[in-house]
């Protein structure tokens, strides 16, 4: 049985990173993919090719006065779902400094097919430091979401600003499938039961569906599970829980 262990490399990248919250969490891959996790080990080891981004983006962190920052905890994870998926559209709501983004695109570019259709409704901050009691998910001033990441190709990324109550239906209607979606945005019980169900008619079989910070929202991911007939899959002792449509 292969290990559950990171491979060394994508644990060099957590450290460039500067999260070790994000340490890749190799069971929570295995359980949404299935199969006996020696893809999911191979592909997280191609996290080397990348340290020198994730300094870069931790760098653009800590010039923007976020000290212990990493919107979102399984980047690495995000990397990998995508090279393995190999989604033709790929959804999430929730930009902010553009972490998640970054490693999705990442993913689609090595594959070389995909768009990533990301929602951001930026919330702006509101003096050229951050204050203490601004929220650091704030956009600084004069910059957009995704204001972090490293320089990238982004030719497949659809990034659209606004809010994805208005925005997200106009895209589920334009885009013919949804392979990969992943919800961090407004995290209410009644937003997240509202993006769920938005998808839910163009989800991909055998897609992935990741909701973070579930504390907040409630019942509404189990009960979108129990409606596919799927299990949830919570990461380690976290709140981001994923599912996998049935194929
Ligand atoms: C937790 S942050 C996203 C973090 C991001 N995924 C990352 O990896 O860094 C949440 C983002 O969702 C945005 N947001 C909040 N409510 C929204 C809404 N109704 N529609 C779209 N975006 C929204 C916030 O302004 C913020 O940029």
């Known amino acids: 049985m292969p290990s559950t262990q990171p491979p060394a490399l994508a644990l060099r990248a957590i450290e460039a990173l500067g999260d070790p919250r994000a340490k890749p969490d190799v069971r929570w891959l295995t359980s949404l993919l299935g199969g006996s996790g020696a893809g999911v080990l191979r592909t997280l080891g191609e996290a080397g090719r990348f340290v020198h981004r994730e300094r870069v983006l931790r760098r653009a962190h800590l010039a923007g006065g976020r000290e212990n920052y990493a919107q979102f905890r399984a980047p690495l994870e ?19 400094s553009g972490v998640s983004s970054f490693h999705l695109l990442l993913g689609l ?38 204001w972090a990441m490293p320089k990238i190709s982004r030719a497949r990324w659809d990034l659209r600003l606004g809010p994805s109550q208005v925005l997200l239906p106009a895209l589920v209607e334009e885009i013919p499938r949804i392979d990969f979606f992943l919800h961090d945005d407004l995290h209410t019980p009644a937003h997240l039961a509202f993006e769920l169900e938005t998808i839910r008619p163009k989800l991909s079989p055998g897609a992935v569906v990741l909701a973070d910070n579930t504390q907040w929202t409630g019942t509404a991911f189990p009960r979108f599970a129990r409606r596919l007939g799927v299990p949830v899959r919570r990461r380690g002792r976290s709140d981001l829980v994923g599912l996998r449509v049935p194929g």
């Open 78 to 96: 995000l990397y990998t779902l995508i090279r393995l998926l190999r989604p033709s559209h790929a959804v999430e709501t929730g930009v902010s």
């Open 109 to 146: 570019n090595r594959n070389r097919a995909g768009t990533l259709h990301s929602i951001d409704l930026p919330l702006v901050q509101s003096t050229p430091v951050l204050g203490a009691r601004e929220s650091p998910v704030a956009v600084p001033p004069g910059r957009s979401s995704g």
